[in-house]
């Protein structure tokens, strides 16, 4: 992954471990207490692991886990499209390749063309 | 995702959500108690996240979970085949871009064909 | 997903349903005691949810589960490259439209070419 | 998925597995405690499964999961591409084939010419 998608990745790892340590830090049934606990807890959730050892109890604290959990969908899209994108980049070279080739002899065609004409002009004017 | 998208999406969640809670509520040993509570389960299920902090017990309520992991899976297909599909209409148009320039030149060969015939029609006339 | 698609995944729901029964039901420990509890477990895993209110303790079991889990990626791969695939028809489609299209430039381009030797040769025979 | 990837992968579980029981064994609320566990819980994390039935307590063992977390992302990624690639090669085969049929219209359209330029050249002498 490109060093900017993981500096997007790790900033929304770092923004939802403090949301969600101010939401449910110190209520009573929560499990998430530290800084620490809320890394693990995001990253458990963002990547859809999910052990269920620390999960939030509060409205907010349910409200950032439903945007990790949608950005861990969008994450395993766009991991498996930059694959995807790799390979179909590999099948495009091919491709240009061919389409390049094909315009090289249809340009040759054409030159061939235009000295024919040059002969017949010629030929006119020496008749 | 277009807005169309995240709208049966949403429906699916709050279908799934009340049908659940319809199915568990009140049941021994259930702990989806409230909308809230079934709303945040259907999330974690459709995700794939599954912490295990809340799951159906009864077989209606299992169901329900069976429709939604299978949603899941398919949003997951959904999303990276969106993704994937920006990926290959960027492709499409380098690749319309060379089949355009291709047959711009075997028009450019045409009409130089089409000339040589004048040529050659205007040399016979002579004759 | 295909009728013989959707057909192969019950089958593996089902026969890792009654292997994992066979190896934990009773077991001391193991919370797998009927066959709706082990499809239950089977379905959680392979969709790759995995609650855990459920999971195999035994080496058999958990085989079965390794067995399962490899089982969920592929059919994660499987239904996300369905929808690529048919995107992937689309785009060929027009693709191909392309191609046939700048085929019968050139075959009328030929039979230009033709018709211009053929003027030509009448044109000589006249001489 | 070749045999190099499934090496890969089963080394990269191997070598978790010891990382994370050297880390989390004998620990106080740990419940990774030997070899067989660690690479059980290894599996239920590379998979994204997550039962949450052990899961590591400290630092080490957290990075080391999250490594697996990571890991378990881009191994969907890569079974899909898979997948992806082969349904790709498959349309690639197809525009290669339409590829090669259009360059040979246009050599045959090259000898049309070249056979034109004989005539007009022959015609030329006998002037």
Same mark, same amino acid.
Request: glycine fraction near 16%; avoid cysteine.
């Given at each position: 992954?490109?060093?900017?998608?993981?500096?997007? %990745?790790?900033?929304?790892? *770092?923004?939802a471990s403090l949301a969600v340590l101010d939401a449910e830090?110190?209520?009573? &049934? %929560?499990?998430?207490?530290? *800084?620490g606990d809320a890394l693990w807890w995001a990253l458990t959730t963002v990547t859809t692991v &999910?052990?269920?050892?620390?999960?939030?109890?509060?409205?907010t604290g349910r409200a950032v886990a439903a945007g990790l959990m949608l950005s861990g969908i969008a994450l395993i899209g766009v991991v498996t499209a930059t694959f995807a994108s790799w390979l179909i980049e590999k099948v495009q070279e091919v491709e240009d390749a061919a389409q390049t080739a094909t315009r090289?002899?249809?340009?040759?065609?054409?030159?061939?063309?235009?000295?024919?004409?040059?002969t017949l002009e010629a030929s006119q004017v020496r008749d």
């Open positions: 992954m490109p060093a900017h998608r993981s500096g997007a %990745a790790s900033l929304i790892l *770092f923004v830090g110190g209520r009573e &049934g %929560a499990d998430i207490g530290s *800084f &999910g052990y269920g050892d620390r999960f939030p109890v509060t409205g090289r002899d249809i340009e040759a065609l054409a030159e061939e063309v235009a000295q024919l004409r040059r």
